[in-house]
């Protein structure tokens, strides 16, 4: 373990981090410049339960008070728009892995104070796609919040069993009927709080889902944590 620091120790004096958005002096681990990172568009008022942006603090959003979804709570960090959206495309369809660290470093920063959930379940990609795509850009922000918030991370107590179309272009009531059935839950959730990790939460279709899924198995609370909110 000493070695382990001291090469570290190394290589960040032989190759000093660069900022992922402007390329000058970054920081270790958010490879990100002060600058930078205070011109993020962070999410100021979310709704607590789904995370949708409000003008000002409340309780919940009207969308949530008239039809609680079947999570609990939900932590965003960003809008989905400049320059997120970039670092997340670079990351999804480019397979750049630091936007996905620094989404992952982040992410646990944010939730340093938060309540611990028994397990970090990501949100799975069906076989074939992850086949695809070679990685599950959910699985790899996950990989670093457990690690850093130490909190164990079981990737197989959710699995996508249906392949569905792209949720793109279709409306919430589209997108709910498009994920009907499109996941299974191991026994093994019966009792504990999951938190599920997700990139970017459009509808929240996918995540509610998900949650509904896993509490049919026994889960008794469901929290979503998403690096950024549409």
């Known amino acids: ?22 390329g000058g002096p970054g920081r270790k681990p958010l490879d990100l410049c002060l600058a930078c990172e205070a011109e993020l568009p962070w999410i100021e008022h979310p709704c607590p339960v789904c995370a949708r942006p409000l003008p000002t603090a409340a309780p919940a959003c009207g969308a949530c008070l008239r039809r609680p979804p079947p999570f609990e709570r939900t932590v965003a960090l960003w809008h989905y728009q400049p320059p997120v959206d970039h670092l997340m495309t670079a990351a999804k369809y480019r397979g750049l892995r630091p936007p996905l660290r620094l989404f992952g470093e982040c992410l646990a ?10 397990r970090l379940v990501p ?3 069906h076989p074939r796609r992850l086949r695809q795509r070679g990685f599950n ?5 996950a990989r670093v919040v457990g690690q850093r918030l130490e909190i ?12 569905t179309p792209p949720q793109q272009g279709l409306s919430a ?14 026994p093994a959730v019966r009792g504990r709080h999951v938190a599920l990790i997700d ?25 979503v944590w998403v690096i950024a909110r549409a």
């Open 1 to 22: 373990m000493k070695v382990y620091h001291w090469l570290k120790a190394i290589q960040f004096h032989l190759l000093p981090p660069r900022c992922l958005l402007c």
């Open 123 to 125: 949100v799975p990609l």
């Open 199 to 223: 990139d970017v939460m459009t509808t929240g279709a996918t995540v509610a889902e998900i949650a509904l899924t896993l509490k049919r198995a026994g889960v008794i609370e469901v929290s």
């Open 173 to 186: 009531r589209d997108r709910r009927r498009n994920l009907r059935g499109a996941f299974a839950a191991d």
């Open 137 to 141: 850009q959910s699985l790899e922000i």
């Open 152 to 163: 164990p991370l079981q990737p197989g107590l959710c699995r996508r069993i249906r392949l």
């Open 109 to 118: 920063r944010r939730l340093d104070s938060a309540p611990r959930p028994d």
